[in-house]
């Protein structure tokens, strides 16, 4: 499956962005479907995992569940986040990702079977 991610871009302090991720070539629905974002020089983190029919979903830590929404739409092919009241400390590169295995406990990049190319999204104060 070939991912890709978009709809990154810039947003002020406690505005929204909606990140879509687009898939072709496979099925969506073979695949449970992560975010992860990367910050500079950070590490790549899991955000949110969504489960292949959507039933299941899994937010990463407290503060994202409460802010960031996944969802999806296998007819469309698509899965997106929602992000809302949005920090400075979001900004990064929001990547998708998936794997054929179901949402884990604790996601890691280790758990991704296919990578989208990552999406910017810049926040400022």
């Known amino acids: 499956v070939q991912l890709q991610a978009s709809g990154g871009g810039s947003a002020q302090a406690g505005g929204s962005l909606r990140l879509s991720c687009l898939a072709s070539g496979s099925t969506l629905a073979d695949y ?3 975010w992860f ?5 950070k590490e790549r983190e899991g955000i949110s995992c ?9 937010y990463y ?3 994202w569940k409460d802010r960031f929404t ?3 739409d296998n007819a ?6 929602q992000m809302n009241s949005l920090k400075p400390d979001d900004t ?11 949402c884990p406990i604790m996601v890691a990049p280790t758990w ?3 990578w989208g190319q990552g999406t910017l999204v810049t926040v400022s104060s």
């Open 70 to 72: 996944t969802s999806r």
């Open 92 to 102: 990064a590169v929001y990547f998708c990702a998936a794997a054929r295995t179901g």
């Open 76 to 81: 469309k092919n698509t899965v997106w986040l």
């Open 61 to 63: 830590l407290d503060s």
């Open 37 to 41: 974002r990367q910050a500079p020089g």
């Open 32 to 34: 449970a479907i992560a």
């Open 112 to 114: 991704v079977d296919y």
């Open 50 to 58: 969504i489960s292949r029919t959507g039933a299941n979903r899994a």
